[in-house]
């Protein structure tokens, strides 16, 4: 139950493997660490929240439109006998109020972006400014469009059928509003044939629980996904689509963001996390 796509070390990890390493590989961009509290914007079913609360000791408040989705965090965070670390709440990021003595050390949003709409994303980064302390950093991890594609006339197949109110940001127009609001950018990293990869698990995990599936949907509801997930993956692997990890700093007010000089901490070797026997039941 984890949204949006994988990270795969080599090209045949299997996508259970690959989707834990996303979320590590999110928190140790975050460079999170115990006592911090960090916001997930748009959270889904709570994943990544649990992971950074295990894993690397911080509280996340984790908020989302969808009360399923809410219900379903949060009997995973009780499950996971972290509430007291964890909550996720059902609320627009636009009504969060900024308080000083509530600010967050760190922002994240996976797979959230592509639906707030260009028009919006001047309120997006100006609110994610807002509710971040002097220092702090966020992690903006979205499907965007090349910059040179044409305009669609006309509804398209996804529009009309998976994401209607979806709209793909170029990933230069994104850092310019980001920079308009005050962040720092401080790594763009291309996850484009991960999401390839990724899709492809999906399709064939689909095809596999057919008739599980058709217990649940009909058959034109399976056909669309079906559809949608396939030509989804063709579009990352032609480069009609990417995908991008955005990390942005707020500087303080002498422009320090304590950030390391390299990212070597990135892919350091953490034993904790690359034991072949643990388990993440996210």
């Given amino acids: 139950m984890l949204y949006s796509c994988a990270y795969f070390h080599t090209p045949d990890q299997d996508i259970d493997t690959a989707q834990r390493q996303k979320l590590d590989h999110i928190c140790r961009k975050l460079r999170l660490r115990p006592g911090q509290h960090l916001l997930d914007i748009g959270c889904g079913w709570g994943g990544l929240a649990i992971h950074a609360a295990r894993h690397y000791g911080v509280e996340v408040t984790g908020i989302t439109l969808s009360q399923p989705q809410a219900d379903w965090a949060t009997a995973r965070i009780l499950e996971a006998k972290i509430s007291g670390q964890v909550r996720v709440l059902v609320c627009d990021y636009r009504e969060i109020k900024p308080v000083q003595a509530e600010l967050f050390d760190a922002l994240v949003s996976v797979g959230m972006f592509e639906h707030i709409g260009v028009a919006n994303l ?12 002097p220092g ?10 090349r910059t040179n594609d044409l305009a669609v006339h006309g509804p398209s197949f996804t529009n009309t059928y998976v994401f209607p109110d979806g709209e793909l940001t170029p990933i230069g127009a994104a850092l ?8 720092e950018v401080r790594d763009v990293e291309s996850l484009r044939e991960h999401y390839t990869l990724t899709l492809r698990h999906w399709v064939r995990r689909l095809e596999l ?4 599936a058709l217990r649940i949907v009909d058959e034109p509801t399976y056909r669309v996904w079906r559809l949608y997930m396939a030509g989804a993956a063709h579009n990352f692997e032609s480069w009609a689509v990417s995908v991008y990890q955005t990390l942005l700093a707020k500087p303080d007010s002498l422009g320090r963001t304590g ?18 026997s643990e388990r993440f039941d996210y």
């Fill in 122 to 133: 001047p309120v997006y980064f100006s609110q994610a400014m807002q509710l971040l302390k």
């Fill in 136 to 145: 702090g950093i966020f992690l903006n991890h979205a499907i965007a469009r």
């Fill in 176 to 183: 310019d509003v980001a920079e308009e609001s005050g962040f």
């Fill in 209 to 212: 629980r057919h008739r599980e």
């Fill in 259 to 276: 950030l390391p000089l390299t990212r070597d901490d990135w892919y350091a070797i953490h034993a904790k996390y690359d034991r072949p």
